[in-house]
């Protein structure tokens, strides 16, 4: 009957515009929470940068301060390789380099030569803990592509110059040649000059 075909046709729009509207109210919810988390956890990794960059510059502060101690009767600002070799072997600066995210393992590894930048023999205290700085934390790939790269682009340089440099010998070379040609074809035509006045 009209009646029973009238009341299921409300009926399921009825239905439908409140399930329509429970998960919109849903999504809403959702998506606010959602949100909420998103800047929550932003405040939480400024926190934790700020925290982390106290925390680095304080240990960083302590390793300078601990390197000075152990260097109190050596002369000038900079490090020579056994100096660096005793400071190395210091278990506070082991523990400071520890706390700063370097490894025991990596520690052994570490050689006078990565610090020594300038490959003038020594290294500063400055230099030291850039060179710490820069180990902190586990290698990436990226670290190592980064790497790769570099020493593409300074090899691709070393062939440019060696390149240039050749070129450069050869057309040194070639104009001693010709000049000694020159020189000989002068001497050569000279009594001819002579015996023509």
Same mark, same amino acid.
């Given at each position: 009957?009209?009646?029973?075909?009238?009341?299921?046709?409300?009926?399921?729009?009825?239905?439908?515009?409140?399930?329509?509207?429970?998960?919109?109210?849903?999504?809403?919810?959702?998506?606010?929470?959602?949100?909420?988390?998103?800047?929550?956890?932003?405040?939480?990794?400024?926190?934790?940068?700020?925290?982390?960059?106290?925390?680095?510059?304080?240990?960083?502060?302590?390793?300078?301060?601990?390197?000075?101690?152990?260097?109190?009767?050596? /002369?000038?600002?900079?490090?020579?390789? &056994?100096?660096?070799?005793?400071? %190395?072997? $210091?278990?506070? !600066?082991?523990?400071? *380099?520890?706390?700063?995210?370097?490894?025991?393992?990596?520690?052994?590894?570490?050689?006078?030569?990565?610090?020594?930048?300038?490959?003038?023999?020594?290294?500063?205290?400055?230099?030291?803990?850039?060179?710490?700085?820069?180990?902190?934390?586990?290698?990436? /790939?990226?670290?190592?592509?980064?790497? &790769?790269?570099?020493?593409?682009? %300074?090899? $691709?340089?070393? !062939?440019?110059?060696? *390149?240039?440099?050749?070129?450069?010998?050869?057309?040194?070379?070639?104009?001693?040649?010709?000049?000694?040609?020159?020189?000989?074809?002068?001497?050569?035509?000279?009594?001819?000059?002579?015996?023509?006045?």
């Amino acid at each position: 009957t009209w009646d029973g075909w009238r009341f299921y046709v409300v009926y399921t729009f009825g239905m439908m515009a409140t399930i329509f509207m429970l998960f919109n109210v849903i999504t809403a919810l959702f998506v606010e929470s959602t949100m909420q988390g998103l800047k929550y956890n932003e405040v939480q990794k400024k926190f934790q940068r700020q925290y982390e960059r106290r925390y680095v510059r304080k240990k960083c502060d302590e390793l300078v301060f601990r390197i000075q101690e152990l260097r109190k009767g050596s /002369k000038g600002a900079t490090m020579s390789p &056994q100096e660096f070799e005793d400071v %190395m072997k $210091d278990k506070r !600066v082991c523990l400071l *380099m520890a706390d700063l995210d370097i490894t025991f393992e990596s520690q052994a590894g570490l050689s006078f030569e990565m610090f020594d930048g300038d490959c003038d023999g020594e290294v500063s205290v400055l230099d030291f803990v850039q060179a710490i700085v820069q180990l902190r934390g586990e290698p990436q /790939k990226a670290d190592i592509v980064a790497q &790769q790269f570099a020493m593409r682009a %300074m090899r $691709d340089r070393m !062939v440019e110059f060696e *390149m240039l440099l050749i070129s450069e010998v050869r057309a040194s070379r070639f104009k001693a040649g010709v000049g000694a040609l020159v020189q000989q074809g002068k001497s050569a035509s000279a009594p001819f000059d002579s015996r023509r006045r």
